[in-house]
């Protein structure tokens, strides 16, 4: 399998050249270059496979420079009952059976306990592979506001070959995400917190990214939303929910994702384009709801910082969605030149419409709608799911709810898509149901736990010189 650039300007490549890397060397996002599709057949097959097995015989066909043995390998270790607390590895919940089903996929029994834990699991023993080979080493520099950050340590951590430098703005996160992150004591994990907002700890990032010659030296990576290979894993539960949810390999379902980014919804526009018989990928957002106008109006316009809302769904709080120029890049018929005319807009601070043009009549084809959301919405659909059902949510699983039943057909299994726990967000839980979240057994007692970080201002050439002394 070849890579090529959204933006049409890289040289296709494979799929260990593009696994370390950000942006594609012209700017756009790497993606494969055709998506390999299943025949109806070989859904009966799949349908009889282990977790492990699925992920197996989808990611071959995306990876195919590591040896067929060795990328088992690493897929046996990453998706075992110890790390993801069952052999089901993303188990089903159904909450009733009327109208084709309500269904949980839930995907948040990682060890942070939201769903990025399933594509970055892999992702932290594919970097170790890959760098172990070349005796390379990668020294992963993030900003966080929570889910992010923690997921990527606990890939990383203990990893030969990795360190990780993650920004997160001072006080600003949950308690629980706090005590997650700051508990770690590997020695490649380094917590360090900003006295300032998200928006600082994002600038720095940038600012370090954008000295080239300190990123060589120092072999500065990131592991944000638009590495495809955190794509391409997501991929997989989409399968594994689909049969987990019909008995037919002809039966349709559809799936409503709580979106930010755009990096798990476009996992099951692939899921769809490579043959799973997906009826409607029903996109959620909260307030900010970049994405739902798109997909109303046919407009994209992405918001400046300041428009940003701080809501109880936090890991959706987004003014743009990174991974989105790969589902317009689709949308237009795969047509770089047509991509980069609508880019220019907004890469130049502005918007662009589809709006009476082919293209918007596409979004249909591709099976995709949407709608938002907001706390008032979220605590009563918390509420009803746990009054109805005894099944408590989180806050961004409630936005999916939410929008997924507005959209609901009868006869179409619905399979919302859970993204993190409730105990991740115990505030609003107690406001919702007026009693504490439940917690799993492996977490409890983490927030009594010693914690440490490095505490330091809002200063680029601090962070680096933080970095420079612990990258020896
Ligand atoms: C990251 C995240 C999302 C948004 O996912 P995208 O891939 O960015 O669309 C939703 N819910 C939770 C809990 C998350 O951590």
Known sequence: MRYISTRGGMPPRSFREILLEGLATDGGLALPESYPRYAPTDLARLRTLNYRDLAFDILSRYIDDISATDLKRLIDKTYTASVFGSEDITPLRTLDTLEGGLHLLQLSNGPTLAFKDIALQLLGNLFEYVLAENKGELNILGATSGDTGSAAEYAMRGKRGVRVFMLSPLGKMSRFQTAQ????????????????????????????????????????GTVNSINWARVAAQIVYYFKGYFAATKADTDEVSF?????????????????????????????????????????????????????????????????????????????????????????????????????????????????????????????????????????????????????????????????????????????IRDALGREPDCPERCRGLEQLPQRAEVMDADTVAVKDYMAQHCA
């Open 181 to 220: 992150m700051f508990s770690l004591t590997d020695p490649n994990i380094f917590n360090i917190a900003i006295k300032g907002v998200f928006d600082d700890c994002q600038d720095i990032v940038k600012r370090v990214s954008n000295d080239e010659s300190f990123k060589t030296r120092y072999h500065i």
């Open 256 to 428: 409503a994702v709580p979106s930010g980014n755009f990096g798990n919804i476009l996992a099951g526009h692939i899921a769809r384009m490579m043959g799973l018989p997906i009826r409607r990928l029903i996109l959620a957002t909260n307030e900010n709801n970049v994405l739902d106008e798109f997909f109303r109006t046919g407009r994209y316009r992405p918001r400046a910082s300041a428009e940003v809302h701080q809501t109880s769904s936090p890991s959706m709080d987004i003014s743009r969605a990174s991974n989105f120029e790969r589902f317009v890049f689709d949308l237009t018929g795969r047509d770089s030149a047509l991509l980069r005319t609508l880019w220019q807009a907004v890469d130049g601070g502005s918007e662009f419409r589809l709006a009476d043009t082919p293209l918007h009549e596409k979004i249909r084809e591709f099976g995709f709608v949407s709608g938002s959301s907001t706390h008032a919405n979220r605590i009563a659909t918390i509420r009803d799911i746990y009054q109805r059902f005894g099944v408590m949510i989180d806050t961004h699983t409630a936005d999916g709810v939410k929008v997924g039943l507005e959209h609901r057909e009868a006869g179409v299994p619905l399979i919302c898509l859970e993204t993190a726990q409730p105990v991740k967000f115990a505030d609003v």
